[in-house]
């Protein structure tokens, strides 16, 4: 049975730092182009960033880049997305998920259960 596991949320100061990590059962992620989403209460989900099977290529929101890093560690078949310097807008569900094709702009296969972030004093 194919699962993805999203973990390492949590209630943070703004300034602060999260990892959160993927981890999937069921699939082999390094067949598979990867993107972490969020969704902010009363707004739509929203692309956050995106890695390729490689890991060589990867993309990110304009509200994240500097901020954000993925990466990915097929050996222990997980996907990584540390952030820093968390702002209060960048609370909400972070979702991963898989991609129908190599590229970023594909649309997802299977989607996480998400994870809660919270960034506030």
């Known amino acids: 049975q194919l699962q993805l596991v999203e973990s390492g949320g949590g209630l943070v100061q703004p300034g602060g730092s999260l990892r959160l990590s993927c981890a999937a059962s069921g699939i082999t992620l390094d067949y598979h182009t990867i993107g972490w989403f969020r969704q902010a209460p009363g707004k739509e989900r929203e692309g956050v960033s995106c890695i390729s099977r490689s890991g060589l290529s990867t993309n990110y929101a304009d509200s994240v880049k500097g901020r954000f890093t993925i990466s990915r560690d097929n050996a222990k078949n997980t996907v990584y997305l540390q952030m820093n310097s968390l702002k209060p807008e960048d609370t909400g569900i972070y979702y991963c998920?898989?991609?129908?094709?190599?590229?970023?702009?594909?649309?997802?296969?299977?989607w996480g259960q998400g994870t809660q972030v919270t960034v506030s004093s």
């Open positions: 998920a898989t991609k129908t094709g190599p590229l970023c702009s594909s649309m997802v296969a299977y």
